[in-house]
């Protein structure tokens, strides 16, 4: 499976252990590494630069820095499990009117990297992994998109 993930991800490599973010950190980690699924991931995007931002800002922090370079050295540099959108290729993937209306209504422009990203799935539905409820309801209607919440994700997948 061929899926997108917001920036969540990232954000539980800086939490401690022992919390629930952490341990679905832990827990998608297991999963994603023990199966065939491909991360897709737009550079530069918010991920990417919260990526690079947290492997700097993480390095005097032993125990979850080790989590964050397993995960760069393992995933991120793997063209197996992860694959790289470069901006400069997405002209040529644009979102369709409908989306980029609703894209721009609030404040969900800042997610307009996912569906972005998510145009290069070829393998199955386009699947995007996000904890933002808001956000999986504002676009529920566009068919063309799958947005799972990680915790249904989770329950669904890595059980």
């Not at 393992?74 to 400069?88: E, G, L, P």
């Not at 307009?112 to 199955?124: D, G, P, Q, S, V």
């Amino acid at each position: 499976m061929e899926y997108v993930v917001n920036e969540w991800l990232l954000d539980y490599f800086r939490y401690n252990d022992g919390t629930a973010e952490k341990e679905k950190l832990y827990k998608f980690l297991a999963y994603f590494s023990s199966n065939d699924d491909v991360i897709l991931m737009k550079i530069p995007s918010p991920f990417s630069e919260k990526l690079y931002l947290y492997a700097k800002e993480l390095q005097n922090d032993h125990k979850n820095y080790q989590y964050l370079k397993w995960f760069i050295k393992t995933i991120f540099r793997s063209s197996d499990k992860c694959k790289i959108v470069y901006d400069s290729e997405c002209a040529d993937h644009a979102l369709n009117e409908n989306l980029n209306s609703k894209l721009n209504q609030g404040n969900f422009g800042s997610d307009r990297y996912l569906f972005e990203t998510a145009m290069f799935i070829t393998k199955n539905e386009k699947i995007i992994i996000t904890t933002d409820e808001k956000l999986v309801e504002h676009v529920k209607e566009i068919s063309e998109f799958k947005l799972i919440p990680l915790n249904d994700f989770l329950e669904k997948y890595c059980n």
